[in-house]
């Protein structure tokens, strides 16, 4: 089965989870628009549903599907984040970021009541870090911040790493935002948590792609159907 058939099977199983009255973050890439494609013939049936874009990709996904979109105030309650993963490992520990959405991911993970993450089986691993870690970072003065990158890396066990200034068809890839993306290969991490609070101190990094303690459930599309993991509590 292809993994686009798996992306699609979670995806589909992640709008089951989906209730009238609803305020949804709305994540970014291939797997999470399986999940806003799925949203949209609901909506059109008449489900009534609020959302929050983590991107201008989804932004537009889901206004051509008729989703409604708010922009959130101090009050806003957002009752379900999904989005989909570079790498989950067995603590539900991710690597996301691979789309240039990072920083506007986690704003809205983090805010949200519940996160669901959603992925086909192979992006699940024993040990984050063979996907590249992106870091989205400042543009002022940017080789400054990727020297402190090194050392930092260098400090917590990964030797020798190869680390790039993420590119576009024009040019150095900006984020929504307007920031550079770092990309780190790594090989393996062994402490995310300590790393993503270690890289996070260094000036003009603005956030990594180390999600940690953030995801509830993952819902991995398989040959066979889903796999759920919940986390423990």
């Known amino acids: 089965m292809s993994a686009e058939a798996k992306k699609h099977k979670a995806a589909a199983r992640a709008v089951e989870m ?3 009255g609803m305020v949804l973050g709305l994540g970014t890439g291939s797997t999470a628009a399986h999940f806003v494609a799925a949203l949209g013939p609901l909506v059109r049936e008449g489900l009534s549903i609020q959302a929050i874009p983590t991107s201008e990709e989804t932004r537009k996904q889901a206004i051509n599907e008729g989703i409604e979109l708010i922009e959130p105030d ?5 009752d379900l ?3 989909g993963t570079d790498e989950v490992d067995g603590r539900l520990d991710l690597i996301k970021g691979g789309g240039g959405a990072l920083l506007r ?3 809205i993970a983090e805010s949200a009541l519940r996160m669901v993450v959603i992925a086909d089986d192979s992006k699940k691993v024993a040990q984050l870090g063979a996907f590249p870690l992106p870091i989205e970072i400042d543009r002022f003065c940017w080789p400054l911040t990727v020297a402190h990158i090194r050392e930092v ?3 917590h066990g990964l030797k020798n790493i190869d680390l790039s200034l993420r590119n576009s068809e024009s040019g150095a890839f900006r984020s929504d935002g307007g920031n550079y993306i770092i990309d780190v290969c790594c090989g393996r991490i062994p402490d995310a948590g300590a790393l993503h609070q270690a890289l996070l101190a260094i000036p003009g ?3 990594t792609g180390l999600f940690v303690n953030i995801a509830q459930r ?3 599309g398989t040959d066979d159907g889903v796999e759920i993991i919940e986390r423990s509590v």
């Open 218 to 220: 993952i819902i991995l």
């Open 105 to 107: 991911e986690k704003i």
């Open 153 to 155: 890396c260098d400090a």
């Open 18 to 20: 989906v209730r009238a």
């Open 81 to 83: 984040a999904v989005d």
């Open 74 to 78: 101090e009050g806003t309650i957002i």
């Open 205 to 207: 990094v603005i956030e």
